[in-house]
Every structure is written in structure tokens, then in C-alpha cells.
């Protein structure tokens, strides 16, 4: 029997028993519709979370801070560090209480002197405005939370100057006094004792990190380039390739620093959302089952309504493989538009679900964000799961036609 032939008499129950085909099908639909939502909906918050944790920079970056008091994050260590060969750049960032003047009002916050490529490794994200570029001496970036303390109006911002009041000898960083212990230097002892000198350096704002909780400020290390700072904060590390991270990270751990970075915790998201997804496509799973079992019904009594038209083809010449072949390929399409059609039903379900989410969200004033993903291969993949899960329901219910005696199939009724 040519394959065309098994096509078309495979087909034709689609035809004679349109609804019982059509709610099989749909029971199908309906297990991977489920599978659909539930996945994609792991995905889309998977994707959302991530995306806010980390940036493309971000992930080769490594954050160096001093382990203890005995190794100082200064000029040399920096020098030491970009020895190692799988680094290509090393950020300083050098951190202050400061005080800050604008729109009439004086307020105190926290400075970050970075170079514009740290804010790029560090992940900073404005909401308004754009990041400062190399050069832009006289911008600097603002959290939501400093511009509340100064009574900035948000959509004025770039019109405000900010005076920015900067220690020019500042003590140790992150330590005023010296350590019990620790025998300071005779340079150490002059530094404590010295009146600190400060810089009113003034700044326009190049954009806003939306932080409503935490006030602080970035401004470019070139615009306080005649401040000569002995030691930092943290450094911000760029490793040249994401292989090279854990190598690069034990190098700079071997010199006595204590090393972090965002591609740990994006692993550790990873991981758990991982497991989220196995859950919830668990559950998909249950319905997809319910609805297999009904297609190996619905299968069986096809079998038993075409007991004596298998018993006149294999008269005709039939063999028992056309009729495996038959019965195996009606089970197949089943499976393969229950798989079509519940790949459509999950995605119209997700996108009315979104679409509500955000419409609340809108109506609260939140942001609008996409909670569901559908990735290509994704779709791809529940399409033929679902056709081979057709396939293997349908096996018993072919064997069983394939060996039906001819005689004993002409008889029965």
C-alpha cells in the first residue's frame, strides 16, 4: 500500500467521527496548553529576574575588596592584579559621605568616584537620562532617592545643579582611626592628625538610577583628577572570556583578596529556576496524561468500529504493516494538532494573562513587563513531545490491528 493511500485512509475517521476526533484532540490541547503556559511562564520570569540582576558586562566582571586589614586595595595592588593574564581591565571605585547642595537645599549622600566603564561592569541602569561618557567632566548620575531629598522634580532634572563637597585627604577608607594593633606609619600619623581639606566641585545630572531607597551619586574620576587617592573601596575586574572567571578569580584570591561576582548568583538563579520549570511542567504533565488516556480510548474503539474493514483490506491484499502503519499515522496526527493546537491555546492564554497583569500593573502605576517566554526551540520541542506522545499511545491499539486475522475480523460484529 503506497503511503499516500495510508495518509488518506488514516485520515478519513477525521471526517466520520468528527467530534469524538475533535475532543481528543482538544484533550490533547489542553494537556500541552497547560504544559505551555506553565513553562513559558518559568521562562518569562526567569528571563525578567535575570535581566535586572545582570548585564552582558556584568557577567565577565569580578568585584575585588579587601579581605582584611593587612592587604590594602591601593595603586599597587592594582598593579598587581592587571599582571594576571586573563584580566583586561581593572575599575577603582572610591566611596564618600558627602555633602550635597541643590535647588536651595542641602542634604547628605553617599559619591561614588568610578570611571564610566565601572558603571557598565557594575550593571547601572538608568531610568531617565544616560549614563556619563569618558570626558563628560561636569555630569554625574543620581538615585531617585537623592533627588527626593533635594526636591528635584524628576522631569526637570538636567536643568539642577549639584554641588558636591569632596574630601581631598580623606583618612583610611571605610576607617577613621587606625586599628588596634596596628603600628601606623609616621605618613599615617600625619594623615589622621591633618584637618581634612575639601573640593566644591559642580555637577549636572546625566541621568537617574531609579532608587527610591538609597541616596547616592556617581561622578567621573576624571573630574577629580587633581585628588590623589591612596586607596579604594573595591575594584571592579574585567576577566577577557566567562571561561576564564574562575581561574582569574583564584589568582586574585591567592593575593589576599576577597573576590565576588554577579555570574554566581546568576548560576545560583539558574539552578532554581531550573527546578521551578521541572515543577511546573510536572503538572502539565498530569494533564497531558489524563488527556493520553483518553486518546488511547478513543484509539481502542477505533479499533473495534474497523474490525471488519481491517478484515476486507487485508482480504484485498493489505498487509499487516499497512495496517500498523494506518492505525499508528491517524494516531500521530492526533497527537501532532493536539500538539499544534495547544502550543496556539497556551499562547493566547499567557498573552490575555499578561496583558491583564500589565493593565494592573498600569492602573497602579508599575511597570509593564513581559511574564511569559516562548523561546523557538521551546515550541518546537512540546510540538513533537506531543506527536510522540501520539505515537507511543497509539502503538498498543496498531498491534492489535495489525494482528487481526482476516476470518476472524469478517465475522465480527
Not at 187 to 208: F, M, Q, W
Request: glycine share 8%; net charge negative; proline share 2%.
Amino acid at each position: 500500500m503506497l503511503s499516500i493511500d495510508v495518509f488518506r485512509i488514516s485520515t478519513r475517521s477525521f471526517k466520520n467521527n468528527r467530534l469524538r476526533t475533535m475532543l481528543t484532540i482538544l484533550g490533547i490541547s489542553i494537556g500541552i496548553g497547560t504544559i505551555f503556559f506553565l513553562v513559558s511562564l518559568g521562562y518569562g520570569l526567569q528571563t525578567l529576574i535575570l535581566e535586572n540582576i545582570a548585564t552582558q558586562d556584568s557577567l565577565l566582571a569580578l568585584d575585588v575588596t579587601q579581605k582584611n586589614e593587612a592587604v590594602n586595595l591601593d595603586q599597587e595592588s592594582i598593579a598587581s592584579i592587571k599582571e594576571i593574564g586573563e584580566i583586561t581591565d581593572v575599575f577603582p571605585l572610591i566611596s564618600q559621605d558627602a555633602q550635597i547642595s541643590g535647588n536651595s537645599l542641602t542634604s547628605s549622600a553617599k559619591i561614588n568616584i568610578v570611571n564610566p566603564r565601572f558603571l557598565n561592569l557594575e550593571g547601572i541602569e538608568v531610568k531617565n537620562g544616560k549614563i556619563f561618557k569618558d570626558g563628560e567632566n561636569d555630569k554625574m548620575i543620581i538615585s531617585l532617592a537623592t533627588l527626593q531629598l533635594l526636591d528635584i522634580n524628576i522631569a526637570n532634572f538636567s536643568n539642577t545643579d549639584i554641588t558636591i563637597k569632596i574630601a581631598k585627604n580623606p583618612p583610611r577608607q571605610n576607617n577613621q582611626t587606625i586599628p588596634e594593633g596596628d603600628n601606623p606609619t609616621e605618613e599615617e600619623t600625619e594623615k589622621l592628625a591633618a584637618p581634612i581639606e575639601y573640593s566644591n566641585k559642580t555637577y549636572k545630572i546625566s541621568g537617574v538610577v531609579e532608587d527610591a531607597a538609597n541616596a547616592f551619586i556617581y561622578i567621573p574620576d576624571s573630574s577629580v583628577s587633581e585628588i590623589s587617592f591612596n586607596s579604594f573601596d573595591k575594584l571592579k575586574v574585567r576577566v577577557n572570556s566567562t571561561g576564564n572567571l574562575e581561574q582569574a578569580r583564584n589568582h586574585i584570591i591567592e593575593k589576599g583578596f576577597f573576590v565576588s561576582s554577579v555570574s554566581e548568583t546568576v548560576d545560583q538563579a539558574k539552578q532554581i529556576f531550573g527546578i521551578a520549570q521541572i515543577v511546573l511542567a510536572l503538572f502539565g504533565v498530569v494533564a497531558l496524561v489524563v488527556s493520553a488516556i483518553g486518546m488511547f480510548n478513543t484509539m481502542t474503539i477505533a479499533l473495534l468500529e474497523r474490525t471488519q474493514e481491517i478484515g476486507i483490506m487485508k482480504t484485498i491484499g493489505a498487509s499487516s504493516f499497512d495496517i500498523w502503519k494506518m492505525f499508528l499515522t491517524e494516531s500521530m496526527l492526533i497527537g501532532f494538532f493536539g500538539g499544534f493546537f495547544g502550543v496556539i491555546t497556551g499562547f493566547i492564554i499567557s498573552s490575555l494573562v499578561n496583558y491583564g497583569i500589565n493593565w494592573l500593573a498600569g492602573m497602579f502605576g508599575g511597570n509593564q513587563v513581559s511574564l511569559f517566554a516562548r523561546p523557538s526551540w521551546f515550541i518546537i520541542f512540546i510540538i513533537i513531545f506531543s506527536t510522540v506522545v501520539g505515537v507511543i499511545t497509539g502503538i498498543y491499539p496498531a498491534r492489535r490491528a495489525a494482528k487481526l486475522n482476516a476470518l476472524e475480523a469478517l465475522r465480527y460484529k
